[in-house]
């Protein structure tokens, strides 16, 4: 991408854009109902990161009981929050540092970093989670990690490439604000 010209005035905000998608991705997965779903019918379980709702037929009502009194339960949330918290602290950052004129190449590295911490955070509650639900809850049917935990495994995802390429950007300082003389491939006969 810096070897093709990436002009750094049109360019400056597609990180911060990523982190914006990676913040919706986390508050999708955050509030979805659709961690773990029942695969085949009839639908009688269906299971977020906050409560584990069953229901014994197709037309009974749903009966829904909450995980935080499980401490795995508790532990999978906190650790998921924490890293979505750490996710929106380095888009604010992130939009701090690209809106001033003169970029700061250190505090860039150290929001990448910051993104490495978030997905450690994310990817502890995104393993708690399915290893202790199927260890601990009764499940009858066929079930699947579902939508939502898949958006949650998303956002994991992306703290883990944005912190890559946040790190790096700062070894193409020169190139990004165009202190590098052009080289032209081409020779006279």
Request: contains cysteine; charged residues 10%.
């Amino acid at each position: 991408m810096v070897k093709y010209g990436l002009d750094y005035t049109r360019c400056r905000w597609i990180l911060p854009l990523l982190l914006g998608i990676g913040v919706i991705f986390g508050i999708i997965a955050l509030a979805g109902r659709g961690w773990l779903e029942s695969q085949t019918l009839p639908y009688v379980h269906q299971a977020s990161l906050w409560q584990s709702c069953t229901r014994p037929g197709q037309g009974g009502p749903w009966t829904c009981e909450s995980l935080m009194g499980y401490a795995w339960g508790r532990a999978a949330a906190a650790t998921y929050l924490v890293g979505f918290i750490l996710l929106v602290i380095c888009f604010a950052l992130a939009i701090i540092a690209f809106a001033i004129d003169t970029l700061r190449f250190n505090f860039i590295r150290g929001i990448g970093g910051l993104l490495f911490v978030a997905a450690v955070f994310s990817i502890m509650g995104l393993v708690i989670y399915p290893v202790k639900f199927s260890s601990e809850i009764e499940m009858t049917g066929i079930n699947m990690f579902s939508w939502a935990y898949g958006f949650g495994w998303t956002t994991a995802i992306m703290e883990i490439c944005l912190g890559f390429f946040f790190c790096c950007l700062p070894n193409y300082e020169d190139q990004i604000l165009g202190n590098v003389k052009p080289t032209y491939f081409y020779s006279s006969p």
